[in-house]
């Protein structure tokens, strides 16, 4: 490690800490503002404690997770221009260093800004906590026109908080590393926005595959319609951190050990459990990809995209998941469904050209491509019958 | 000492550089070549910037992606990097992570080229630049710099203080400097040897003394009575290439002048082409004219394509 | 048999005349090779070569850590420069005759 280059580095990306940490003050202001609303404890109607436990920092640590979408591209920029690649890679480094040293200080560009704000959050509830304690909250059930009120003391559990933020801190290694892993194969900032994405996309589909597939076998579904279920279509990492991780917080202290593991041994949450375990598994090993393989095609830094296995592979075993889900998981009407297969088309086609920077299609992506809009007509027609058939 | 070993690099499904092997030492060396010849792509395999395909590269017999190695070369592009909103101050900082340089030597040179240390370098021009990158370049004081087109458009003036401090710096007995370009008059007096390359290949390597026995220049008039026919007036033959090479000779140019023919041929160790020439053609006039350095280097490229050509 | 004007032999024709007309007289010393190097922007190894010639031609001699030493003395000696530019003309295949005849025609007014 280069102690100069470190400092020059961080100089350089003194803007990206500033936009980060500024966007992370703003999702500090509005948890704060947002956990003392009551109207967002609705849901709690009748406790079968007077002592509930909250997560005042939600937002902030949901936010962070999704910024690690952009860092990658300042990490690896060294290959994303001819001209840097010439400058870079010829200076003296040992082996992956510069690569190393790039990848763990973009992962403190993150971290350590989510730290000190997250620590902030912290204390500010503590101090407002002292100021007025407890919370009196006056809560609104779901019927109108019936209020009833009910005092429900809110408590912060700090040591769970603490826990929680080395979680976040762990989850949010693994996702920059997936994310880094994908923007490592690029050659430049379009083809590494567009990897990231699909990567993204890709883990997302399998990800959220996983649970539902388990939640579909309860004939009931025992959880709550709230901002917890809708994140597991956002993201799988925040959807696990809120609903498993989280909720071991809302529990409260005493409740929280008994619940929490009765709670894992019930079906719907070995799916989550299975997707956990292999979101850490991959994230591992995208950051042991990064750390130990070097890159074979240095000439092409800046200019096309790589002959590898991971550049063909990854469009295209995206789209074809894209196309799975188009006709699985969504219940359209027959005409939508012959706009969604065109637009599948067009899509495909568009991000096949973006990658090439050419209007002609390459031979292997021609080969894959066609296998997989072969797939994705055979899925529209199946699911065109069914719904024919069926319906 | 730079070893280059059967060194090939494919690009784009062409072979920029073919079974190439170099043996350079210390002193001011020349690369020339056409365009496209393979110059950028050899300078960025020897500071690994591209891994090569096949062959090898030791640099003081040590493989050149070792990190002591690389400390000891730099490749100046000629359109290098640098960041955004950087000033000469900025870029100072920058390379200092990587090399050291000679703070005060730098700065003499910026003061001397009239360089401005806090504007941002986006303000300056082109030649500015160059003359920049060059400062740099010189003051980070490596065993071995690779400059590419470093000269175009850097002002007389300045072009010959940078060449006084080039031979100040790398015309001791322990540094090489090898500079590419098309310029060869400027290169000329600076460098002491040549390679040229051309399509990826080796034309020629070494010094003036070396290369100077490789073409023969003749100037020719013909005694065209002698040779048309006696009763028409049609030619028994034209006077083209064709003609030469039926001797034997191996041609690389012919140009005519009015009635003056310039031949321009490589030399083959066992004939004579003087007496050949007089023997067979009767000329009124053959006289051997003597070929500068820049007129070798050009021929040595025109032969390389001329060959080149023929194997396709 | 083969001419070419190299940058090295244009230097030590140019000290050689200098020499021989006795404008760098015996016990002077040459410029050094750097300041020669310097001042026409060419590489000093080009410097070493013409002045390695001058050596072999008996001009000057090589002290060491002081320079180069002119040892020719122009007293008593022919001008070697007009003898050498003579000697080129009579290279280039004209007999004693018809240089005798053209010097004749030179003068022939004075």
Known sequence: MNKKYIKYQIKQWLPLIGIISGILIITLIIDLIFSKNPMNYHYYEASKSNVSYQNPLIITSCCILCLTFFVPLFVFSYKYSIKKADTYVQSPFKNNNLKITNFILGYLCLALPFIVIFLIGLLSTYITQLINNPYHVIVVPQNPGMTYYSHITFYYNYGYLILFMFFILFMLFIEYSLNSFAANFANNTIDALIYISLFFIFRMLILYAIPQYFMQNLDIIEYDFNIFNLSLTIMPVISFALTVFNSLISRGYFDAKDVFISDLYKYQYVGYVISFTFIIMIGIFAALYIFFIKDKYKENYGRKRNNTIFDYLLPHLTMMFIAFSLYTITRYDTTSKIVIFLAFFVMYYCLLASLNKSFKIKKYDLIFGGAISLVNFCLFIASITIEHLYL | MIEVINLTKKLDKTIAINHLNLFITNGIYGLVGQNGAGKSTLFRLLSDVYSQDEGEILIDSKPNYEKEIKSNLFFLQDDPYYANFSTLKNLTEFYKCFYEVDENYLNYLFKTLNLPINKQLSSFSKGMKRQAFISLALSINVKYLLLDEAFDGIDPLALDLIKQEIIKKYSNNDKTLIIASHNIESLEKLCDKFIIISNGKMVAQGDEASMSHVFIKYQIIFNLSNLKLSTSNKLYFEINEDLFKKLDLHVVSLNKIGSVYELVIKVNKDINPYEIIKDNLDPVLLEEIPLTYNEIITLQMLDAKMDGSKHE | ?110
């Open chain 3, 1 to 110: 048999m083969n001419k070419t004007v190299n940058l090295f032999e244009e230097i030590y024709n140019f000290y050689k005349k200098l020499i021989y007309k006795g404008v760098i007289k015996k016990g002077e010393y040459l410029p050094s090779v750097r300041e020669v190097a310097l001042a026409r922007k060419i590489n000093p190894n080009t410097v070493v070569k013409a002045y390695n010639l001058l050596i072999n031609d008996g001009l000057i001699q090589a002290i060491n850590k002081k320079g180069y030493l002119v040892i020719y003395s122009t007293k008593n000696n022919k001008d070697q420069n007009l003898i050498n530019e003579l000697d080129d003309i009579k290279k280039e295949g004209y007999t004693k005759e018809e240089i005798i005849n053209a010097l004749e025609e030179v003068y022939k007014n004075d």
